[in-house]
């Protein structure tokens, strides 16, 4: 692990930005750092400059917006479950935080680093020398794939617990950077590219979260996972269905970027469960193979479908 240079808390979005921009192409966000501080230990990350965001009270908290619940991108996995309002509307939020690691990694861990943390890869989540005995892949400088042995594209996975639920549920976020202010639909900043995974500008901040309010959801969560008591997804299905039979399934740990398929209840459930696994470009690059985790998305949505009487 590097040791940082420069470590700095800002108190105010602004003052973070202010400091984003003078430090370009050198820094990196810092919220519950269970994810950040794990790719510095292996190499993966050596930002010499870590903006420490957690004291900028206006990313906590709760409170209804308009149409929305707004969620603080800072609030923390384990503590979502106590918030009554998201309790009442979103069980499947708390379902989908409680996933996530093991208890003492939820009591540090916050939902906008969550939605933002690092893609995966067996080849890639390890030490240095691991990586430099085998040969650095395209995530990290080498010029070839270790898993698909293609020189073009990286297939490292999206693996947030919480990102399929909130896209299921027609969530949005609030991103601030240097340009401004916007609101778009959270599965938009997904790119697909396991390299470069998201869209976001360099300095942009996950200012909150936030819900529609009133639709009257009805969802299902499953998680695929070796262990119970803490592991990363090999494949997360959350779906949602509103009072109106809108319908909207999103997969996690089986591409670079959510698998979404959208649709009415109404809708063969045959068709989307093939437009699910088609959608679902997954490799071998995980503890359970590629056909295996596939084929679970088959019996988790067949799963989902019976329990919502579909
Ligand atoms: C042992 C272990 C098990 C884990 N298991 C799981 C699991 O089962 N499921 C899962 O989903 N994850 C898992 N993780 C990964 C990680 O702990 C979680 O994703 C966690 O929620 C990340 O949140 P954080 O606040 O610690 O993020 P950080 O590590 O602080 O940040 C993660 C990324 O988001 C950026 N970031 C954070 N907040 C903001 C913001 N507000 N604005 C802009 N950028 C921001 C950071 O720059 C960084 O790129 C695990 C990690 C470990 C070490
Ligand atoms: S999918 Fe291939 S290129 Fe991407 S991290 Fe894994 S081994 Fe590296």
Redesign the pocket.
Known sequence: MIAEKTYLIPTSVDEALKMAKANLGSF????????????RFQGN?ESPCLID?TKINT?KGISKDGKFLRIG??E??EELKYKKEIAEEFPMLIEAAL????PL??K???????????NRCLFYNQSEWWREAIGFCLKCEGDICIATKGKKACFSEL?????PALIALDAEIE?VDVNGIKQIPIETIYTGDGVHPRN?SET????AILLPLNRGFKTDFH?L?ERES????SL?SAIAIDKNGKLKIAL?GVDPKAVVVEGTVNDDKALLIKKAIKGARAIDNDMYSRKYRREMIRVFLNRSFKKLNL
């Not at 996933?99 to 093991?102: I, L, N, Q």
């Not at 942009?204 to 200012?207: E, N, Q, V, W």
């Open positions: 990196k966000y810092l919220a519950g750092g269970t994810d950040v501080m794990v790719n990350e965001i990313l991108s800072l923390i996995l996933a996530v690691g093991a990694l939820r540090t861990a916050t939902l906008g680093g969550n939605i933002l943390c690092e693996v947030s617990d919480t990102a991103i976001l942009a901040i996950l200012t998680k996972r803490l592991e990363f997804t997360t996690s």
